[in-house]
């Protein structure tokens, strides 16, 4: 069994294309369509006063997450605009704000609250050392820097909650769409890893190996392992590059959305096997894959949310996806912040199919001698 995963590991770092290849697209599609939650919206900014390049208001205005301030002459600021290469334009004067408005979108009330809030900010800060009589910039430093102490250790806190109805659906579509994706071409990573089984067999490999000390049960885990090796792979350098270069913080649970996707990847093994049982030929899986991945993941809840899916049918046939129950562990840890506890059902509907679907296939695999 050993032998055989090393010819495995040394045949995947040969041609790890088709790996590569999945991979990419999964990290591309969850980029391009995984909304604001993983860009932001670039304003062009132009002041009079460059000293305003360097001041409190600048500083602010960079701490925002939803837009990107990039500072250009006036000219190129309305040329910006009237090119429509952006929405909105802001002028920053010394005590107040302009704006030159290309397309009026629902971005501008965000943009405006941002701005307000930094001069907000800066006035409050002026009043401050006004009231300290703080004349010298050394003055000025010391009121400030007591003013960050006071603001890190307060008096009291206040604590906030929100609650929900047990019905109510929550929407985040960065993650919708990195965990749509992922799970979806992890099918034809797997499956295409599985593949190899039904062709050795048809071509008598099996029967040689089986006439050396290698039992076939040997054989089979080896090949599985592998899937599930590679499958698993695929999972985590994506999650690992949305986590720690594009900045998905997956709210502080990174290490248990790894750990909830071991029963998926390995519900997805046992379907390959059993894919691979049910076709006569190479030529034959290679048409049904494509057909069964993309059922799965519309059904699923991978392209959409599956609460809104209002058909009684495909809720129906959601039931019997093991995507559908990949989705609803990952969005239970990261969208919804479920203890591992009230993941168990789900975690177990995967962990069945993946003995049953095995075993079935398996035993169809057998029985036709294929």
Known sequence: MIGILQAKFKMFLRNPWTFMLFTGMSIGFALILGGSGLTTISVPVYSENEEMQQSFISEKLEESDAFT???????????????????????????????????????????????????????????????????????????LENLQETMESPVFEMNRSSFRSADTFVYDDTFQRLFGFTLFFVIYTIAYNVLPILVEKKDGLWDRVILSPVKKWEMYVANLIYSFFEGYLQVLIIFLIFRYWVGVDFHGRFLETLLVLIPYVFSIVALSIFITALVKNAQAFNAIIPIISVSMAMIGGAYWPIEIVESEFLLALSKINPLTYGMEVLNGIAVYGYPLEELVFPISILLLMGVVLMGVGIHLMERRHV
């Open 69 to 143: 301030f990039n500072w250009m002459t006036e000219d190129e600021l309305k040329d910006e605009i009237a090119n429509g290469r952006a929405e909105i334009g802001v002028i920053l004067l010394e005590h107040d704000y302009r704006f030159i408005v290309g397309v009026d979108s629902p971005n501008r009330s965000m943009l405006e609250q941002t701005v307000r809030g930094a001069y907000v900010e800066k006035f409050q800060q002026d009043n401050i050392l006004a009231a300290a009589n703080a004349t010298t910039d050394a003055e000025k430093e010391t009121v």
